[in-house]
């Protein structure tokens, strides 16, 4: 895409994740709701992405003490990613409107499921309230590899994600 002209995705995303935590003096799970937007633009195009999805964590806490708490285990989760790419300067005329218009807006998206193993840190006993902070470090293998598609169009020469990994860095402040 990019020699076409095209604004290049940014490979590294932050997120925003909710969602329920459950812990004990061996097991470690928490389930949560992700959510991600984002964007760049050059001179040419820009492009929005929003990601949606859900991820469980589950870890067997091998080492817990009543300072901290590490534990290995797996990440699984499942998303549904869009993306919107705009190009500028783009001119439209009502009164001439060519048949078949396009406009200045690709949006296609991809749904995605991950595997992976991960392993976790927890600092126990964090601040007034006696919080507990956790990290959480994670390498995902794609489970499928779909195409991106659209509602909108019929893409042709489409990009195909194959062997898609990804290394997650969780924090997670228990309320």
């Known amino acids: 895409m990019e020699k076409n002209g095209i604004v290049a995705l940014n490979s590294v995303e932050?997120?925003?994740?909710?969602?329920?935590?459950?812990?004990n003096e061996i097991l470690d799970i928490d389930l949560g709701y992700e959510m991600f937007a984002g964007g760049n633009s050059n001179e040419i195009t820009k492009y929005r992405t929003i990601s949606n999805g859900v991820k469980l964590r589950a870890h067997y806490v091998f080492?817990?003490?009543?300072?901290v708490g590490l534990g290995a285990g797996f990440n699984i989760g499942y998303n549904k990613r869009k993306l919107a790419l705009f190009w500028k300067d783009y001119n439209v005329d009502f009164e001439n409107l060519e048949s078949g218009i396009n406009g200045n807006q690709l949006t296609?998206?991809?749904e995605k499921a991950f595997l992976g193993p991960s392993v976790s840190f927890k600092i126990k006993d964090?601040?007034?309230r006696h919080q507990q902070t956790k990290f959480t470090l994670a390498?995902?293998?794609?489970l499928n590899n779909k195409e991106w598609e659209s509602d909108f169009f019929n893409l042709?020469?489409?990009?195909?994600?194959t062997n898609?990994?990804?290394?997650?860095?969780?924090?997670?402040?228990g309320l």
Do not use: P
């Open 14 to 23: 932050i997120n925003f994740t909710t969602g329920l935590n459950f812990y």
């Open 139 to 142: 390498y995902e293998f794609a």
């Open 126 to 128: 964090v601040g007034r």
């Open 63 to 67: 080492l817990n003490t009543s300072k």
């Open 164 to 173: 898609s990994r990804q290394i997650i860095l969780n924090v997670t402040f």
């Open 108 to 110: 296609m998206f991809i």
């Open 156 to 161: 042709t020469n489409t990009i195909r994600e």
